[in-house]
């Protein structure tokens, strides 16, 4: 297993110990500086496992799956903990998951019929977003980072929104292959 992988199985064994210190109270205080300590490093190995495979050429199938799935689950995972916390809207959280799900069930109708689809700049773009907001929501420094907070929630979704259809209409012609 490369350098890349590795940084990607990393990201997922991450999720479950982020998901534990956003919600319990096992260390206090300090269950939220850990939680953001660990999510800003399983994002850093989302920029840096990348940066590696394709510097040295070592992009893999096992990437081109596990990958994107390590993003999801991550972030995924912060925006559902954050709802309890009352940080993010449910709604929102839903129509962020959502977009994942079609693009995922969109990604498996097009490999079946032989198509691979590559990630666009709008969803690199909507994934920074949705991680910096996160982060921010997390950190919950006030004052004038809750109105970030808030007009990073309203960027990511409009990203989220763009790069779905971005995506769709990019990749139409997998909706007329193989009778979907």
Same mark, same amino acid.
């Given at each position: 297993?490369?350098?890349?992988?590795?940084?990607?199985?990393? !990201?997922?064994?991450?999720?479950?110990?982020?998901?534990?210190?956003?919600?319990?109270?096992?260390?206090?205080?300090?269950?939220?500086?850990i939680?953001?300590?660990?999510?800003?490093?399983?994002?850093?190995?989302?920029?840096?496992?990348?940066?590696?495979? !394709?510097?040295?050429?070592?992009?893999?199938?096992?990437?081109?799956?596990?990958?994107?799935?390590?993003?999801?689950?991550?972030?995924?995972?912060?925006?559902?903990?954050?709802?309890?916390?009352g940080?993010?809207?449910?709604?929102?959280?839903?129509?962020?998951?959502?977009?994942?799900?079609?693009?995922?069930?969109? !990604?498996?109708?097009?490999?079946?019929?032989?198509?691979?689809?590559?990630?666009?700049?709008?969803?690199?773009?909507?994934?920074?977003?949705q /991680?910096?907001?996160?982060?921010?929501?997390?950190?919950?420094?006030?004052?004038?980072f809750? +109105?970030?907070?808030?007009? +990073?929630?309203?960027?990511?979704?409009? +990203?989220?929104?763009?790069?779905?259809?971005?995506?769709?209409?990019?990749? !139409?012609?997998? +909706?007329?292959?193989?009778? /979907?």
């Amino acid at each position: 297993m490369n350098l890349p992988n590795k940084l990607t199985v990393l !990201r997922v064994i991450m999720v479950p110990f982020f998901v534990f210190f956003m919600l319990t109270d096992v260390g206090g205080a300090a269950n939220k500086w850990i939680a953001l300590a660990l999510f800003v490093i399983a994002s850093l190995t989302d920029m840096l496992d990348g940066k590696i495979a !394709r510097k040295y050429n070592l992009v893999t199938n096992f990437a081109k799956f596990m990958d994107p799935l390590a993003d999801k689950l991550l972030v995924c995972s912060a925006m559902i903990c954050l709802i309890p916390a009352g940080k993010l809207d449910a709604a929102i959280v839903i129509v962020i998951i959502a977009r994942e799900f079609i693009i995922s069930g969109f !990604r498996l109708v097009a490999s079946d019929n032989g198509i691979v689809i590559a990630a666009s700049y709008w969803g690199k773009f909507k994934t920074v977003f949705q /991680m910096a907001m996160i982060i921010v929501l997390i950190a919950d420094f006030g004052g004038v980072f809750d +109105l970030i907070g808030t007009i +990073l929630i309203w960027v990511a979704v409009a +990203l989220t929104i763009i790069s779905l259809i971005d995506y769709v209409w990019k990749n !139409r012609q997998v +909706l007329t292959k193989g009778g /979907m």
